[in-house]
Each structure stands twice: as structure tokens, then as C-alpha cells.
């Protein structure tokens, strides 16, 4: 498994808010535990006072996809090291679980957190996976929806980095507004255009007293 792969654990910990929409999932528990995922013993440790941690980490782990989104990938790297000297993981290699044809481990490389709490264990897991997905694909692959009002936090691993959006949904959504927009402004052309010309046309409206003739 690369460790690129915890990436995701960043950004399913920002997506938990949409603060255009006024929207937060992050208010219980059980919230918390749903996004370790299949990590179930993390899970387990996690109590009601990680709710407030975990939207500490959430918000400075937004800072960074919003320094990168901007391109200021000096202070993305700064926010984003801060984390990693704050929660420190140890990688080791690991081979549970995997097993290839002839029954042999497939050994990976696994991040080993030692937390004093849930929070600390999947920021330092969070922060790591994204340091390395920063490192190696760029700090321009940190990206944030352009479907307002959305601004969900993505990775871009598209091939020609053009990646605008969260999802596909979105993605949709902002071509439809787009093609409306459009629309609407070639209808008004027209009719701008047909002002300007009637505006340069003498008056000859019936009842319009005449202009007066010089004497």
C-alpha cells in the first residue's frame, strides 16, 4: 500500500464541513469513529472530547489546501510540516491481511501512530499521507472545488492536472450553470444590440410634435 494512500484521511476529515453552506457532520461520536473506516481498533478510541479536537485538526488541515489552492506553496508546506512535528508516526513494513498466490505476505509500507488519543492518531496519519502525496505529485495536485458553494478539499491525479472539482456531481453542476449563463447572455445581445440601433434612428413616432424650423 503507498503511503500516499492516507492522503484520503485528510480529505475525508475537511469534507466533514462545508462552511459556504453552513453544513457540518462532524457532531458526534460516531462520526468521528466513520472516518477511520475500516481501521475499527483507532476507531475504538475514540471518545466524545475527540469531536472538538478532530475540528481543530479539520480547520488547520484546510489551511493547507487552501495555501496550495491559492498557490502560496511555501505556506501549504509550513502549515502542513507544523502538523508532522506535532503528530509523528513511525512508518514500518507490513504485510497483514495480504497474501499473494502462493500464500506469501505482500509487504507494504504501514503508518504506525502512538497516540494519547484518536485525534492525535489520524492527524499524525492525515498529515503524513499527505506530505507525501504533496511531495509527489506537487503542491498544485491540493486542490479545492470551483463549484461554488461547495470548496470540498480533492486530489488531483489526473494526468494533465486539470482537475477542477471534487466530483463528478459538482462537476456537472458547474458545466450546467456555465451553458445557462451562456445562454442567457447571448438572448440579451440581441436586444442590447436593438436598443443601440433604434436609439440612432431620427424619431417619426405618431403624435411627436415635429422639431422647428429655423427661420
Avoid at 193 to 205: E, H, I, N
Wanted: proline share 5%; with cysteine.
Amino acid at each position: 500500500m503507498e503511503l500516499a494512500y492516507y492522503s484520503d484521511y485528510a480529505v475525508r476529515l475537511v469534507n466533514t464541513e462545508e462552511p459556504a453552506r453552513g453544513k457540518d457532520t462532524l457532531t458526534s461520536v460516531e462520526a468521528v469513529r466513520d472516518l477511520f473506516g475500516a481501521s475499527q481498533s483507532a476507531a475504538r478510541r475514540a471518545t466524545d472530547s475527540d469531536v472538538t479536537r478532530f475540528r481543530s485538526i479539520r480547520a488547520r488541515l484546510r489551511a493547507v489546501f487552501e495555501a496550495a489552492d491559492t498557490g502560496d506553496e511555501t505556506l501549504a508546506v509550513d502549515l502542513l510540516n507544523s502538523l508532522l512535528l506535532e503528530f509523528p508516526v513511525s512508518p514500518q513494513i507490513s504485510g497483514h491481511d495480504f497474501r499473494d498466490d502462493d500464500g506469501r505476505p505482500l509487504w507494504h509500507m504501514h503508518l504506525a501512530d502512538h497516540p494519547s488519543n484518536a485525534t492525535a492518531g489520524y492527524a499524525a496519519i492525515a498529515a503524513m499521507g499527505l506530505a507525501f502525496h504533496l511531495t509527489e505529485y506537487g503542491v498544485d495536485r491540493l486542490g479545492l472545488c470551483e463549484a461554488a458553494p461547495c470548496r470540498n478539499a480533492y486530489l488531483d491525479t489526473s494526468t494533465n492536472r486539470s482537475r477542477r472539482y471534487c466530483s463528478d456531481r459538482c462537476a456537472t453542476r458547474a458545466n450546467v450553470a456555465a451553458y445557462r449563463a451562456r445562454k442567457r447572455r447571448e438572448a440579451d445581445l440581441p436586444e442590447k444590440t436593438g436598443l443601440a440601433a433604434d436609439s440612432t434612428q431620427p424619431s417619426s413616432a405618431h403624435g411627436e410634435r415635429p422639431a422647428p424650423r429655423g427661420r
